[in-house]
């Protein structure tokens, strides 16, 4: 079984005991949100409250994108705040690779907000033309990703998803606070 697999059931797994009040052994960073993670301080004001109202979600993305990467850049629900499929987290790890803001290491989640399996994926862009994408589509019951970009700051998120045969997600977000 695969590390990305294992923690997918994991998760799967946490997010079934917390939604009947019971506590899983094995989602310790979701049971001490907040200890694991935080909301950059360049964070939309719509991110910190999606965050603060969802912390264990956020810490679960930040388990899955692993060791380093605490620092929330973006949360947003799709495809709106009101009709909730998935919800897409960026995190960066706050450190730089290189001598401009946008030079930061970035790592995006998509959260499977429906409770069953579907056609999803997430797509990372730097901002750099010569970097290729990064990207993890399939059918995941959980989430897609973790995908990264050692330079990602100011580059793209890019979320997608189908149900029911039909697209619900197909949405493009500029990551951190660029012009």
Known sequence: MSMKTTMRITLATATT???????????????????????????????????????????AGATACGAGYTQILLAERLPS???????????????????????????????????????????????????????????FSSYAGPVYQNKGYCGHVYSYMKKSGKVVVDHMRVVGSCN
Do not use: W
């Open 17 to 59: 005991f917390a939604a009947l009040g019971v506590a899983a052994p094995q989602a310790a960073v979701a049971d001490t949100p907040g200890r694991h993670f935080t909301v950059a301080s360049q964070a939309s004001a719509s991110t910190q409250s999606l965050v603060a109202a969802n912390a264990h979600a956020a810490a």
């Open 81 to 139: 705040a009101t009709t909730r499929y998935a919800t897409v987290y960026v995190y960066t790890n706050g450190k730089e690779t290189g001598p401009l803001i946008y030079d930061q290491p970035t790592c995006a989640v998509l959260h499977n907000e429906t409770g069953s399996a579907q056609y999803m994926g997430v797509r990372l862009k730097d901002n750099y033309t010569s970097t290729p994408d990064t990207e993890d589509f399939g059918t």
